[in-house]
């Protein structure tokens, strides 16, 4: 295994300890540049700008995770800071929209708010279960909107999503879904399947994660506030590592949405431009994708939707006669009593315009009154081929130094290292357009590896407390690929 070595590096003194969740990169002012937040167990609030402490708050409580995105729904960047006595502060910045009024703020209307101080203000302010461990901002239920989804040391994961009173102007954080697992949770990623769905991986010991998949009607009432008590939600559990696993209790990392390589992870039940040109040349002839078990069921699905279609295609619907006498009509909404019955004979009349959708409404492909599509009458949009998801990997990695690269539950790849693994992160470090997993374990040894299993390794000179990796702007307008190490040394 080769080793590298990282010459440009920049260190702060941090005091208080760092939790392992408690340090993100990302851009919390939306300036288009990404900074560094750190957070400490004496309630102190970092921001990293540059070279130079961009922002501090004090008094916090003892911060044991944040996230970084857009928790509020307005297309701008929030920071959420929770603390362990179940505190959670919500940061924004003020050149952006106030999330609770959707006004700017005075300092962004007069121009006066100073680049060193001063530059995020503490929107919001909640009480939560205590014992978060970790937090993220994500779209767990494919609606278009962000929920924040927290996991206890109890065992639990929550989900909330900002709900606003544009009267009042003001908002809060509602709780949607409660999920309990069967053990500690490791961590918690975003993966979306080959159809696209967004699914919750939560990491369980041994190698093993728990899938949770949300639907968008989940957590809603009519008012969109509060979920029901009956809510459910798609839950199972995977055991794919636990044979590789020397100890079934280890803790457990996982990743999620890795960027595939192209040639490598091609596009499920489609292809690529290349091998598009070379078909039409007669050079190449590729074999049939294989077919996934979601696509055959949703596929199976379709043929038998389009036959049912086809035979209610043939139902017509009865016309009421003008001489139906007044004594045949409801009282009360005016319907001709009886006038609206399929009939035995299927009377060959003409279709009834209702609001009431019918066949044609369902089909993308106008249907004649045979019942067979016309292809004349095929509009541009019919004829768009029908969209394909990259199926993505995902990542996992045990404390007993096991590392394994899955694709649809199944083992792409594993390794084995000799060291203790409590941190997994992706980024681009080559920049070739996919992902690598970026590996730290507790005495400093960092291992970089791509998704062909080819590995390097950095040493970091000291024992590691937390890590993150993430491309940090240096410079305005150039984000640099860089790892983040807390040590016990406040450092």
Same mark, same amino acid.
């Given at each position: 295994?080769?080793?590298?070595?990282?010459?440009?590096?920049?260190?702060?003194? &941090?005091?208080?300890?760092?939790?392992?969740?408690?340090?993100?990169?990302?851009?919390?002012?939306?300036?288009?540049? #990404?900074?560094?937040?750190?957070?400490?167990?004496?309630?102190?609030?970092?921001?990293?700008?540059?070279?130079?402490?961009?922002?501090?708050?004090?008094?916090?409580?003892?911060?044991?995770?944040?996230?970084?995105?857009?928790?509020?729904?307005?297309?701008?960047?929030?920071?959420?800071?929770?603390?362990?006595?179940?505190?959670?502060?919500?940061?924004?910045?003020?050149?952006?929209?106030?999330?609770?009024?959707?006004?700017?703020?005075?300092?962004?209307?007069?121009?006066?708010?100073?680049?060193?101080?001063?530059?995020?203000?503490?929107?919001?302010?909640?009480?939560?279960?205590?014992?978060?461990?970790?937090?993220?901002?994500?779209?767990?239920?494919?609606? *278009?909107? #962000?929920?924040?989804?927290?996991?206890?040391?109890?065992?639990?994961?929550?989900?909330?999503?900002?709900?606003?009173?544009?009267?009042?102007?003001?908002?809060?954080?509602?709780?949607?879904?409660?999920?309990?697992?069967?053990?500690?949770?490791? /961590?918690?990623?975003?993966?979306?399947?080959?159809?696209?769905?967004?699914?919750?991986?939560?990491?369980?010991?041994?190698?093993?994660?728990?899938?949770?998949?949300? /639907?968008?009607?989940?957590?809603?009432?009519?008012?969109?506030? +509060?979920?029901?008590?009956?809510?459910?939600?798609?839950?199972?559990?995977?055991?794919?590592?636990?044979?590789?696993?020397?100890?079934?209790?280890?803790?457990?990392?996982?990743?999620?949405?890795?960027?595939?390589?192209? /040639?490598?992870?091609? +596009?499920?039940?489609?292809?690529?431009?290349?091998?598009?040109?070379?078909?039409?040349?007669?050079?190449?002839?590729?074999?049939?994708?294989?077919?996934? !078990?979601?696509?055959?069921?949703?596929?199976?699905?379709?043929?038998?939707?389009?036959?049912?279609?086809?035979?209610?295609?043939?139902?017509?619907?009865?016309?009421?006669?003008?001489?139906?006498?007044?004594?045949?009509?409801?009282?009360?909404? *005016?319907?001709?009593?009886?006038?609206?019955? &399929?009939?035995?004979?299927?009377?060959?009349?003409?279709?009834?315009?209702?609001?009431?959708?019918?066949?044609?409404?369902?089909?993308?492909?106008?249907?004649?009154?045979?019942? !067979?599509?016309?292809?004349?009458?095929?509009?541009?949009?019919?004829?768009?081929?029908?969209?394909?998801?990259?199926?993505?990997?995902?990542?996992?990695?045990?404390?007993?130094?096991?590392?394994?690269?899955?694709?649809?539950?199944?083992?792409?790849?594993?390794?084995?290292?000799?060291?203790?693994?409590?941190?997994?992160?992706?980024?681009?470090?080559?920049?070739?357009?996919?992902?690598?997993?970026?590996?730290?374990?507790?005495?400093?040894?960092?291992? &970089?590896?791509? !998704?062909?299993?080819?590995?390097?390794?950095?040493?970091?000179?000291?024992?590691?407390?937390?890590?993150?990796?993430?491309?940090?702007?240096?410079?305005?307008?150039?984000?640099?690929?860089?790892?983040?190490?807390?040590?016990?040394?406040?450092?």
């Amino acid at each position: 295994m080769r080793a590298v070595n990282f010459v440009h590096r920049l260190r702060w003194p &941090i005091k208080g300890n760092v939790f392992r969740d408690g340090l993100a990169i990302g851009d919390v002012d939306n300036d288009g540049n #990404n900074e560094l937040v750190i957070g400490t167990s004496k309630g102190t609030l970092h921001i990293f700008k540059g070279r130079e402490i961009w922002h501090k708050t004090t008094g916090l409580g003892s911060i044991t995770c944040l996230a970084i995105g857009d928790v509020f729904n307005y297309g701008r960047n929030a920071l959420v800071v929770i603390c362990g006595d179940g505190w959670v502060h919500i940061f924004y910045s003020p050149r952006s929209v106030h999330p609770k009024k959707g006004k700017k703020s005075k300092s962004e209307k007069t121009g006066n708010f100073d680049q060193k101080s001063g530059k995020m203000e503490c929107v919001h302010r909640q009480r939560i279960p205590t014992n978060t461990k970790i937090v993220l901002v994500a779209d767990i239920d494919n609606d *278009g909107s #962000n929920e924040m989804i927290i996991g206890l040391t109890d065992r639990v994961v929550r989900s909330y999503r900002w709900s606003s009173n544009a009267d009042l102007g003001t908002g809060q954080l509602i709780g949607l879904n409660k999920w309990e697992c069967a053990n500690q949770i490791g /961590s918690i990623t975003l993966q979306h399947n080959s159809d696209g769905t967004p699914t919750l991986l939560v990491a369980q010991p041994g190698g093993t994660f728990m899938r949770i998949k949300c /639907s968008a009607d989940e957590g809603r009432s009519d008012n969109e506030s +509060v979920q029901s008590e009956g809510a459910t939600s798609s839950i199972d559990y995977q055991t794919l590592g636990i044979s590789r696993m020397r100890n079934p209790n280890i803790s457990t990392e996982i990743i999620g949405n890795l960027e595939p390589m192209e /040639s490598s992870m091609p +596009v499920v039940g489609g292809k690529d431009e290349k091998n598009r040109e070379d078909e039409k040349k007669g050079e190449v002839k590729q074999a049939p994708p294989v077919e996934s !078990q979601a696509a055959a069921r949703k596929r199976s699905i379709d043929v038998d939707l389009e036959k049912n279609l086809r035979e209610f295609a043939k139902l017509r619907v009865a016309q009421p006669t003008p001489e139906a006498s007044a004594a045949e009509v409801d009282q009360i909404d *005016g319907n001709i009593i009886g006038g609206r019955v &399929i009939s035995g004979e299927f009377e060959n009349s003409p279709l009834k315009n209702t609001l009431l959708p019918g066949i044609k409404d369902f089909s993308k492909k106008p249907i004649d009154s045979s019942g !067979q599509k016309d292809e004349k009458s095929l509009t541009k949009d019919d004829s768009v081929e029908k969209k394909t998801y990259k199926s993505k990997p995902y990542g996992l990695a045990t404390l007993d130094g096991t590392i394994m690269l899955v694709k649809d539950e199944v083992i792409l790849w594993a390794m084995h290292v000799d060291q203790q693994i409590f941190a997994l992160s992706r980024l681009d470090v080559t920049g070739d357009g996919a992902d690598e997993m970026i590996v730290c374990t507790w005495d400093g040894q960092t291992y &970089i590896l791509d !998704q062909k299993r080819n590995c390097v390794r950095f040493q970091f000179q000291e024992p590691v407390r937390s890590f993150c990796a993430g491309n940090y702007s240096l410079v305005p307008g150039i984000a640099t690929p860089s790892f983040v190490y807390v040590t016990f040394t406040n450092k």
